[in-house]
């Protein structure tokens, strides 16, 4: 039965007006010797009945509206006695406004989320699309172009030859870093612990960049002398991969004869490796978008050197994985530092 404002008012006063007739007939039988008393009898009487019979009206009337509120809201079935008691001893309006205003803000929150995610979701698919679109396009063109009677010149059918291979390669880089985001992020790739010394590794992974940093005039170097090793706690193969992308970066953005200088710090159970360059920087409205998925800040750049634009999404994603936090400074025109945290084994 519902029971609006109006109604419940309507009940209470005849309940009231019940009460007080039905003491006022009883008084008119009684033998009135004390009238004082029969007046403060009546008195305790119409307010015990009153209360009891209010109380149970309003009782119910508060569980028939606030119960729906209350199984939207926490999205949970509740009996009467159930509710009673959570909201026993509190002010049930004041109680009832506060779920709901929190409710409100949470649900606001979830559909500016999902507004954010789908905006995401339409870049992503749209960069995918481009970035596949590409190779693929120029794989096409090459083969139309050896059966357009290439393939019968030796030296235009090799070129082509080479130049989709390269297309090829180059969508399945893409592929491969996509699903190795895919595995960070759905927590499938799981990370191989060990200890191992982070100078060493730095180092081993400066003399596999050898023929790059050689070929664009950068000079791969410490900030000091570190003689004595550093050992962290992480994914060896994992953490190689990150120094490998921050690195190659620096060489590929960085001035001819510059410099990419690495340094480790102490921060109480971590250790701070900061890979730092004197190339052209980035601006400040890119920052907060450089470890988005395919986002480029110099686009042709990096495609022509073989960047999937993926590169620093892994990075920051492997970092993540080790519970650790990854960071960037950055000025156009004379630099940027990676900074990421490891822990001390």
């Not at 870049?123 to 699309?129: A, D, P, T």
């Not at 357009?148 to 070129?159: C, K, Q, S, V, Y």
């Amino acid at each position: 039965m519902k029971t609006t404002p109006r109604q419940l008012a309507l009940l209470i006063s005849l309940i009231i007006s019940l009460v007080c007739t039905s003491l006022v007939i009883m008084s008119l039988f009684l033998d009135i010797v004390h009238p004082l008393i029969v007046i403060i009898v009546s008195i305790v009487l119409a307010f015990i009945i009153t209360y009891f019979l209010v109380y149970y009206a309003v009782d119910n009337f508060i569980f028939e509206k606030i119960n729906p509120i209350y199984k939207t809201i926490e999205n949970i079935p509740i009996t009467k006695d159930e509710l009673k008691k959570k909201l026993e001893g509190k002010d049930v309006i004041q109680e009832v406004n506060r779920m709901v205003i929190n409710y409100a803000k949470n649900r606001a929150k979830e559909i500016k989320k999902l507004r954010r995610l789908e905006k995401y979701r339409k870049e992503f698919l749209g960069n995918v699309s481009h970035e596949l679109k590409t190779p693929i396009f120029n794989i096409q063109g090459y083969i139309l172009t050896l059966l357009d009677g290439g393939l019968e010149d030796p030296e235009i059918n090799r070129e082509y030859l080479e130049r989709t291979e390269k297309s090829i390669n180059r969508m399945v880089s893409i592929i491969e870093d996509l699903e190795s985001i895919t595995k960070l992020e759905t927590g499938e790739l799981t990370l191989e612990w060990d200890d191992f010394d982070i100078v060493q590794l730095v180092k081993a992974v400066y003399r596999l960049q050898d023929t790059i940093s050689d070929k664009f005039n950068i000079d791969l170097t410490f900030d000091r002398n570190y003689d004595k090793p550093i050992m962290v706690r992480g994914d060896k193969k994992r953490i190689t991969e990150v120094l490998n992308n921050l690195i190659v970066n620096s060489i590929f953005y960085g001035n001819k004869g510059g410099k990419t200088i690495i340094s480790f710090a102490e921060m109480g159970e971590n250790i701070l490796v900061d890979v730092t360059d004197n190339g052209i920087g980035l601006e400040e409205d890119e920052i907060p978008r450089i470890f988005e998925r395919f986002y480029r800040t110099d686009k042709s750049r990096s495609r022509d050197r073989g960047g999937t634009g993926l590169g620093l999404s892994i990075v920051k994603h492997i970092i993540e994985a080790h519970n650790q936090t990854i960071t960037v400074r950055s000025e156009p025109g004379r630099g940027s530092s990676f900074s990421f945290t490891l822990k001390k084994s």
